[in-house]
Nanobody, 129 residues
């Protein structure tokens, strides 16, 4: 049974930082690239960041603008999203998801939620101004 469990969300002041973790089990982690998405109330789920299976390449949504960093530890089957300089508009539920390695070879696939096979349950981030 494949499981993705996110943690690290919470309430943070504007300008603050958080680190999200996503622990994956039930599959061979380094056979998958990883991505983070978010969904704010009343909005569609949107791509935030992606990372190849090896960690050699990363991809970000334009709105990140250097504020977020995605990383992974294949030995721990975990991917991370470090968020800094948080803004009100970053308030959302953040999800991690897996991309099969062959799809992860193409940068354009990270932004398409249909590329992803397994999803976590999400973790809430609320940014207070």
């Amino acid at each position: 049974q494949v499981q993705l469990v996110e943690s690290g969300g919470g309430l943070v002041q504007a300008g603050g930082s958080l680190r999200l973790s996503c622990v994956v089990s039930g599959l061979t982690f380094n056979n998958y690239a990883m991505g983070w998405f978010r969904q704010a109330p009343g909005k569609e789920r949107e791509f935030v960041a992606g990372i190849t299976w090896s960690g050699d390449s990363t991809y970000y949504a334009d709105f990140v603008k250097g504020r977020f960093t995605i990383a992974r530890d294949n030995a721990q089957s975990t991917t991370y999203l470090q968020l800094s300089s948080l803004k009100d508009e970053d308030t959302a539920v953040y999800y991690c998801a897996t991309v099969p390695r062959y799809r992860g070879a193409y940068a354009s696939n990270y932004r398409n939620h249909q590329s992803y096979t397994y999803w976590g349950q999400g973790t809430q981030i609320t940014v207070a101004s």
